[in-house]
Nanobody
Framework: QVQLVESGGGLVQAGESLRLSCAAS????????MGWYRQTPGKQRELVAT???????KYADSVKGRFTISRDNAKKMVYLQMNSLKPEDTAAYYC??????????????WGQGTQVTVSS
C-alpha cells in the first residue's frame, strides 16, 4: 500500500557528512511520524531520529548535535543530514513512515535500508 525508497548511503571517512533521503508513495492521505532507524548485524534495530507531523523531533543521544532530521510534506519525503560521522555510525539505515489512507486505515511502513559505512 505504501512504498518507501531510500537513497544517499555510502562509504565515507570519519568526520565527513552524508544526507539520506526517503520518498513515500502509494495510498497516502496523510503522514504522521516519519523517522530513521539503524541496525548492525546481530543487534536490534534502534531509533536514530523521528519527526512528527507537527515538526517535533526526537534524537538518539548518540547522534544529538550531529544529525538533523527534516521532512517535506508536499513531496512526502524525509531526510537525515548526518555530520561529523563516526565509525560507530556504520549501519544499515531504515526509513519508517506512519500513514493514513482515505478510509482511515493506518500503515507503518519500512524502507529497504541503505548502508552507511564510516571508515576511521
Amino acid at each position: 500500500q505504501v512504498q518507501l525508497v531510500e537513497s544517499g548511503g555510502g562509504l565515507v571517512q570519519a568526520g565527513e557528512s552524508l544526507r539520506l533521503s526517503c520518498a513515500a508513495s502509494g495510498s497516502i492521505f496523510s503522514i504522521n511520524t516519519m523517522g530513521w532507524y539503524r541496525q548492525t548485524p546481530g543487534k536490534q534495530r534502534e531509533l536514530v531520529a523521528t519527526v512528527t507531523s507537527g515538526g517535533s523531533t526526537k534524537y538518539a543521544d548518540s547522534v544529538k548535535g550531529r544529525f538533523t532530521i527534516s521532512r517535506d510534506n508536499a513531496k512526502k519525503m524525509v531526510y537525515l543530514q548526518m555530520n561529523s560521522l563516526k565509525p560507530e555510525d556504520t549501519a544499515a539505515y531504515y526509513c519508517n513512515v506512519e500513514t493514513r489512507d482515505l478510509i482511515g486505515r493506518t500503515f507503518d511502513s519500512w524502507g529497504q535500508g541503505t548502508q552507511v559505512t564510516v571508515s576511521s
